[in-house]
Structure formats: C-alpha cells, structure tokens
C-alpha cells in the first residue's frame, strides 16, 4: 500500500507504546450509527485480515480511523415535508409560519433519519514512533482535524503540531521558479499553480506543460506566488507540493517490483518501504525548508 497524499503532524507529548497505541484504539472502536444517529466515527482495523487496530512494523504503525455517516439529501427531507406542509394547510385552511416549517422539517428528518442508506469511509494514518511524526493519508483538511480530534480523544496525553517550516513552501517554490537553486536531490516537474497576492486572486495553472523559466518569473514579477508545484524526490517519488506543506498525488516510480512473497509477506515490504521512503520525503522537504519551525 502506498499513501496518496500526505498530511504530517509532530507528536508533541504522550508516551505512547504500540502496547498502550493498541489498547487506546481498540477502546473507542467503530460502532454502528444508531437510528437516531447521523454520524458515527471509531477506529478500525487495518487489514481485515487481522484483529489488531495497529499494524506493526518495527517502530512503523498503522492504523486507520472509520466514519459511517447516513445519507439524507436535504432535497428528500424538503419534499417529505412539503407534503405534509400541503396537507396542514388544507387542514388549518392558511399557510403555515416559519416556525411551523423548521419544526415540519425537522420532523420529517427524524422520520426518515432511520431508513436513510449509511456510507462508510476509511482514513489512514502511521505513526513514525522513531521520529515522533504523525502522518494522515489525505487532501482534506476536515478528514485530517477529523483524525487528529478522535486521536486525541483516544490517546491520553497525547499532543500534536501541524508540521511548520522556516521558510514558507510559497515562498521557496517561488524563489524555485524564479531560478534559485534547488537542491539536487529534487527535480522540479511539469505541473504548477500560479495565484496572485491581491482580492481577485488571479491564477495560472500550468498542467503537463514544460515550466519556462521566463513565462513563470513574468508572472512572478506581476505579483504572483506559486501554491502548487510538482517536483521528484531523488527519482524515486513524484508529488505535489502545496503552500500549506500538504503532498498530494504521490506516485512511487519504479521502485514496486513484482514479488512473490505471501500477501501478508508483501504487505509488510511495501509498508515497510513506503514508510522508508516517505519518512526520508518528509525529513528531506524540511531541510529544502529551511528546517522545523518550533516558534
């Protein structure tokens, strides 16, 4: 398994154990929405194929949080309700207020909240217990504030940071652009986002399209600063880098071979190199950064 896209937190305090990691979880596990629920969230395991909320590799731990949310579109709730609107009204002989309507409304809600269809996702995290990082599997911010307030939730004692670096991503993918060095380790790709610094946010966006050093630095000159730029890792990882230090589509290039390990076997060796390289990703964008910022 490869995580797509990357949010990353420094775990600040909480001495946590895979012991105590798998107990904290396995306390709050995933519970079927209740009728009368529209969300329920928990942990789950991993891997189906085994009991524990925590795969284990090494000082590498995995685990992966559970959301079942019933789905109500609001357009099924307002024509239960308009039907029962209709029929008042020709009851009472007047229309209803507006009162009367959020309280029809809300009605209809609790009526239908237990047939509603129940959707489940999935989002996935490690824990690199060697360099006390966490890090989420997602491009969203509410997916990841979701992840982190259950965390905490779950693990006593246990803090977190967003990742900050002393240079901005916006401004050092800029300075890139602009034809500052970079360092070798890193290639800069195909595919970058350009916004302009004023309210109308004029935006550029280049996609598969070789980045010309004078076309960007023009719009860098108008006033314009990069937010996204696609770059290679050591020619073994492509991604996004995004101004608020967010990787996304992370692809492994050539580095999966074909094996013919056990399906457990070869769980445990694309995680254990997934979290390798991507460990070292994360340690490298940092020191490209300008290192940590623990202001």
């Not at 596990?29 to 925590?54: D, H, K, T, Y």
């Not at 029962?84 to 020709?90: A, H, P």
């Not at 989420?136 to 779950?154: N, Q, R």
């Not at 004023?198 to 280049?206: G, L, Q, W």
């Amino acid at each position: 398994m490869w995580f797509r896209n990357l949010q990353a937190y420094r775990i600040t305090s909480g001495n946590i154990t895979l012991n105590s990691l798998e107990e904290a979880l396995s306390q709050r596990a995933l519970q079927p929405c209740m009728q009368m629920e529209m969300q329920s969230r928990g942990w789950v395991v991993p891997r189906e194929e085994q009991e524990n909320f925590v795969h284990a590799f090494g000082q590498q731990w995995l685990m992966s949080l559970g959301v079942e949310k019933k789905l109500l579109p609001a357009g099924v709730i307002n024509q239960h309700a308009k039907a029962r609107i209709t029929q008042i009204e020709q009851m009472q002989g007047y229309k209803v207020g507006k009162k009367q309507v959020r309280d029809i409304k809300e009605a209809a809600m609790i009526e239908l909240l237990p047939r509603a269809f129940v959707q489940r996702h999935k989002t996935y995290a490690w824990i690199d217990a060697i360099k006390n990082r966490l890090v989420i599997d997602t491009a969203s911010s509410h997916k990841a504030d979701e992840f982190v307030e259950v965390l905490i939730k779950s693990v006593h004692g246990l803090t977190l940071e967003s990742l900050d670096t002393q240079i901005s991503p916006s401004s050092a993918m800029t300075r890139w652009l602009s034809g500052d060095d970079l360092k070798s380790i890193f290639t800069i790709d195909r595919d970058c986002e350009l916004q302009g610094m004023n309210d109308e946010k004029a935006t550029v966006r280049y996609t598969r399209h070789v980045l010309d050093a004078e076309e960007t630095a023009r719009h860098i000159r108008a006033g314009k600063k990069v937010i996204k730029l696609a770059m290679t890792w050591n020619n073994k990882v492509s991604f996004v880098l995004h101004d608020n230090l967010q990787l996304r589509r992370i692809t492994p290039l050539d580095i999966l071979k074909e094996s013919t390990e056990s399906t457990e076997e070869l769980f445990d060796s694309d995680f254990a190199m997934m979290t390798g390289e991507l460990s070292q990703l994360i340690t490298d964008i940092i020191e490209v950064l300008g290192g940590e910022d623990n202001s």
